[in-house]
């Protein structure tokens, strides 16, 4: 199975960044075997599915509104990120869990809206340094999983990516050991069999985010149980970006 490699840009690069960026990362452009998510800000969406066509790079947008399309200024729909160019979704960032207090029933509803749309979904996970310290993380999983795939079938799980990033790791230079991650990994996977099925636990896709760089990258996306990485700041220069999926291919 092809690696899958995840850039997200977060709260970074204009329209005019974005296009330099694409042009540059395309000029570099060969058929990696490995899958490659862009998630852009939504002012790029539209531009990166013009700039991509063709190209065996899919697009995902950062964030989905819990609700339909109603009287709800500010948010965006599944709808309009799909008719945008999207076809991923990021859902439970840990940015958003703590600056904007999503809780677990807002991501499992921003879940279903998003499946629901056409959307496939990248769902983050992970502890804290406190869960950590207290040795509270695979609880935090279970119950971060639990409570994010409540309700769904087990075929909608085909749908669905499982990012491991420990909070604490997020843009601190600092990263897990390899076992610890193989560990988390596993009980992310009988979770999954737990909840739905033997088949379901080996099929379910699982990346590692936090803290990525070029000399990293390998290491953690060659981890077993691991299906690839998903890549914060470092991917916001294409030249680094490009060395980090050379690493994992």
Not at 168 to 194: M, Q
Request: charge should be neutral; charged fraction near 25%; proline fraction near 3%.
């Amino acid at each position: 199975m092809a690696k899958i490699v995840i850039a997200n840009f977060k709260m970074n690069k204009t329209e005019s960044e974005t296009k330099d960026y694409l042009i540059s990362f395309l000029s570099k452009f060969e058929d990696y075997k490995a899958e490659l998510i862009l998630a852009l800000p939504y002012t790029s969406l539209s531009l990166a599915k013009f700039m991509l066509e063709g190209r065996a790079v899919a697009i995902s947008a950062q964030n989905i509104s819990e609700d339909d399309e109603k009287g709800a200024t500010g948010e965006i729909s599944g709808r309009m990120l799909a008719g945008s160019g999207a076809s991923y979704v990021i859902v439970g960032h840990s940015e958003r869990r703590t600056k904007f207090k999503e809780n677990n029933k807002v991501i499992n509803q921003k879940i279903k809206n998003g499946l629901k749309n056409g959307l496939s979904i990248i769902l983050c996970v992970g502890e804290s340094l406190a869960d950590r310290n207290t040795m509270k993380t695979l609880a935090t999983l279970k119950v971060q999983i639990e409570e994010a795939l409540k309700g769904l079938y087990e075929n909608e799980l085909e749908n669905i990516i499982i990012a491991y990033e420990p909070v604490w790791a997020i843009g601190s230079g600092k990263t897990p050991s390899p076992k610890d991650v193989e560990l988390a990994v596993k009980s992310i996977r009988k979770v999954i069999e737990e909840d739905f099925s033997p088949k379901a636990s080996e099929q379910i896709r699982v990346v590692y985010g936090g803290s990525i760089n070029p000399k990293n990258a390998q290491k953690f996306a060659s981890i077993s149980g691991i299906n690839g990485i998903l890549v914060g700041s470092a991917s916001l220069d294409p030249n680094i970006f490009m060395q980090i999926i050379n690493a994992c291919v």
